[in-house]
């Protein structure tokens, strides 16, 4: 059989990690597709300063619309970034009726509905594997091994860069700043790392495996996003010493009222699995009816963990070449006609447990008053640890574990709390999931 032509836009990381995949493991590749994959035209913005990845056969371009109006290509592979271009340029090549393989988080993520209808409508495919958690074949397993199952929630260390930063606070007490620089240092940041740690890249992430997991249109407008940027050591050896770790959580649950759509900084009890998911790696798990918990863990960002989800995506675009646009997996995992338009929670309604830390006066009374302000909003303590004042100083750090709350309750209760003229600057909440 005839190979299959495509191209590919963007060979900065995870492009040239795709050209070298697909040639080193070209044989395997083709005995999997049944038929070869061929790169024959890749755009880079300067064509003369390619390297370091397999250009045998592979004309370079600096113009990215020659390749998705290139009449032999059957399939483009975006691997540009960002809103613009690739979005025009996706959507060009859906229009010449080629089918797309992207990486592209915040495109799918904010356009995705766009592109999908755009594509339906042309019968074409457009695979998305590599936007969710790098190499985790995640979008797959939701997508197709968990369709049995009605999936109540899902929760995922999504961001490798906040994990990292993270990670090195704990088990090297560094501060926040310098891990973030080291972070970007070693290249795991995105381009603006305020994308990594204010919860907007896994924001994007956790839009797109909401939409797979529950079947409703992607939503990135109503997800809540908060980063790590106000989590300090003093809070991470506080959770730790209450047998807890602080992640980074895209979190996606189904409840009575609608779905909740959040990302933040979350303690997790030590002894759950992801709890233990440390440095740039990555993790998802989800909660399905029939299967139970699952967790999915690997490699969330870099070029050839990320250029493994890519090809596995064209080798099912390949696969599926011959097949009726009705016969495919759908791109949202349910049927277009099906995606339901299920109401999307308000913070406000969110209902978590809480890490509150304080400073205090130490004197009599003090947390009779702060337990009282809980108390009237039904805001029940699981623990609470005071701390010795350091010599000289009349405050205490207090910390507080609270049981399931609702979101405005415990916003109410902390302006309260603020309030008091034993409590000094601001309260520092963190929510917390069990994930049991
Ligand atoms: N900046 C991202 C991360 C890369 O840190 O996870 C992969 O999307």
Redesign the pocket.
Same mark, same amino acid.
């Given at each position: 059989m005839k190979p299959v032509k495509i191209g590919v836009l963007g060979l900065g990381t995870v492009g040239g990690g795709t050209l070298n995949v697909l040639s080193r493991n070209a044989e395997e590749i083709t005995r999997r597709a049944g038929r070869e994959i061929q790169v024959c035209l890749a755009a880079a913005r300067d064509v003369q300063r390619v390297r370091g990845c397999e250009l045998q056969g592979v004309r370079l371009t600096a113009d990215p619309f020659e390749i998705v109006n290139d009449p032999e290509i059957e399939v483009v592979v975006e691997l540009i970034g960002g809103y613009e271009p690739a979005k025009s340029l996706v959507l060009q090549a859906i229009a010449n009726g080629k089918h797309v393989v992207t990486a592209n %988080?915040a495109l799918i993520a904010l356009h995705g509905n766009e592109i999908f209808a755009a594509a339906e409508k042309q019968g074409v495919m457009v695979q998305f594997e590599a936007a969710v958690a /790098?190499g985790i074949p995640i979008i797959k397993a939701i997508r197709e091994g968990l369709s049995g199952n009605r999936i109540s929630w899902l929760a995922g260390i999504?961001? /490798?860069?906040?994990? $990292?930063i993270l990670t090195e606070m704990r088990d090297k007490g560094r501060d926040f700043a310098d891990a973030l620089a080291e @972070?970007q240092q070693r290249g795991? @940041?995105?381009a603006d790392p305020t $994308? #990594?740690i204010e919860g907007i #890249?896994a924001g994007h %992430?956790l839009t797109i495996l909401a939409s797979i997991a529950f079947g409703i249109p992607l939503r990135f407008d109503k997800v809540y996003t908060e980063g790590i940027t106000r989590i300090t050591r003093a809070d991470v050896e506080y959770a730790e010493a209450l047998g807890y770790r602080i992640k980074l959580l895209g979190v996606a649950r189904k409840t009575p009222g609608g779905v909740e759509l959040r990302v933040h900084p979350t303690l997790i009890p030590k002894r759950r699995l992801i709890a233990n998911v440390d440095g740039?790696m990555?993790a998802v798990l989800v909660y399905g009816d029939a299967v139970g918990p699952t967790l999915y863990y690997g490699a /969330? @960002?870099g070029a050839e963990p990320?250029a493994s989800a890519v090809v596995a995506d064209l080798v099912d675009v390949v696969r599926a070449l011959t097949s009726d646009p009705e016969n495919r997996v759908p791109h949202l995992a349910f049927q277009a006609s099906a995606i339901s338009q299920a109401p999307l929670l308000a913070a406000d309604e969110f209902k978590t447990a809480y890490y509150l830390r304080l400073t205090a006066e130490d004197k009599p009374g003090v947390l009779a008053d702060i337990s009282q302000i809980l108390a009237a909003r039904q805001i029940s303590i699981e623990a609470l640890i005071q701390k010795e004042p350091r010599p000289g100083e009349s405050s205490v750090p207090i910390i507080m574990l609270t049981q399931l709350t609702l979101e405005k309750e415990m916003n109410a209760a902390i302006a309260e709390i603020e309030a008091l003229a034993s409590v000094s600057g601001k309260i520092n909440r963190i929510r917390m999931e069990t994930l049991g």
């Open positions: %988080k /790098g999504i961001n /490798g860069t906040s994990n $990292f @972070a795991y @940041a995105e $994308f #990594d #890249d %992430k740039v990555n /969330g @960002a990320t």
